[in-house]
């Protein structure tokens, strides 16, 4: 049985983040996450995205930043357990949990930390007939490496954000790019909207509007996709659009998965927690943290699970160490002692006596 102070369900951004805080208190972490990589949506949907909102970082990659928060905690020795999902949660007479997951490892903590973002993920696939049969063999759903599409023709289906920022990403990858979406009008942001339209003008981005893929051609891989083109609402057209990639982006359907039969109080797939002081749910000693949780005025944004994370570890820290004071120190004035005995401090300024 794996022993630790806090155990972290997910190893997203804000799981991460929340080795360091604990580390700062001297406390121990350990991480479960179904999937095989820490990083969570950041490292398994989009590892080449930028994000724009991390303070100090005008842009970093979504893997980029997974690979700094690894390299931030690493000095506090975080365990994990990955590629297996947090299946169930036992709380004991001395109201410390056992959690066990689906391939039967348990786990021994006073606290539990739920940082598992929105849940696990599907695809909301398009109702395509033969769609599962080109699957990985030109059918992709989330894009991980835009390198794989360097000099192929792609076509994306979507109205999103994630359709509309792909096209303009991979419009300098792809040899060819076709956004095709149901309607004229996108659901994107207004920048991105323009982005396109101006791609679309330099004969860079191929747009197809309204209109929807209604098939795929192909023997073992996709070499078409059969498109219904809507000029009003009594002529529709239908032909084939030679392709190497097909990639519908109709988002991805959230779910919380063995953790709602918890007993955790859930409102619309998201665990109601105590915003007013440390995200405590309402099992003493079960917290959620990061876009897993919700309570008036809640952002679904990295940086809010990053402060979640902070005043989480606080309460953990009364709860492990029960009427034990602890005075907050600044880590420009403490330093950083590591589990693995490293220590990062400032530089301090030399006193000369003056004769």
Request: charged share 25%; hydrophobic share 40%; aromatic share 8%.
């Amino acid at each position: 049985m794996i022993k630790t102070d806090i155990l972290i369900i997910g190893a997203g951004p804000t799981g991460l983040f929340t080795v360091f805080e604990a580390g700062l208190l001297k406390l121990k972490c350990h991480l479960i996450d179904a999937l095989p990589q820490p990083g969570g949506q950041c490292s398994e949907i989009y590892p080449k995205k930028p994000i724009y909102d991390i303070p100090a970082y005008p842009e970093i990659l979504a893997g980029d930043l997974t690979d700094k928060l690894l390299e931030q905690c690493k000095q506090f020795e975080p365990g994990f357990t990955l590629g297996e999902r947090a299946e169930t949660i036992e709380k004991q007479e001395d109201g410390t949990f056992i959690v066990t997951t689906n391939k039967g490892t348990q786990h021994h903590a006073p606290v539990v930390a739920i940082a598992g973002g929105l849940g696990s993920f599907e695809p909301r696939k398009p109702l395509i007939h033969n769609i599962a049969s080109f699957e990985d063999k030109g059918v992709e759903y989330i894009i991980k490496d835009p390198e794989m599409y360097r000099n192929k023709r792609v076509v994306i289906a979507g109205g999103g954000d994630s359709a509309l920022d792909w096209s303009i990403f991979l419009s300098d990858v792809a040899k060819e790019v076709t956004l095709i979406h149901r309607r004229n009008e996108f659901r994107g942001h207004l920048d991105s909207v323009e982005k396109v339209q101006d791609l679309k003008n330099k004969k860079k981005i191929n747009l197809i509007t309204p209109a929807e893929v209604i098939g795929i051609v192909g023997d073992y891989e996709v070499k078409a996709v059969v498109v219904k083109e809507s000029d009003n609402i009594y002529i529709d057209k239908e032909y084939e659009l030679e392709c190497d990639h097909f990639i519908p982006l109709f988002g991805l359907s959230p779910k919380l998965g063995p953790i709602a039969n918890w007993g955790l109080e859930i409102e619309k797939n998201a665990i109601v927690v105590n915003n007013a002081l440390d995200y405590q749910t309402n099992i003493p000693g079960i917290f959620a943290i990061g876009d897993v949780n919700t309570y008036p005025g809640k952002l679904k944004l990295i940086l809010c699970g990053f402060h979640e994370a902070t005043l989480m570890c606080q309460a953990a820290y009364q709860i492990i160490n029960p009427g034990k004071r602890y005075v907050m120190k600044y880590t420009t004035v403490a330093g950083v002692d590591g589990f693995d005995g490293t220590r990062k401090e400032a530089p301090k300024a030399v006193v000369k006596a003056i004769k």
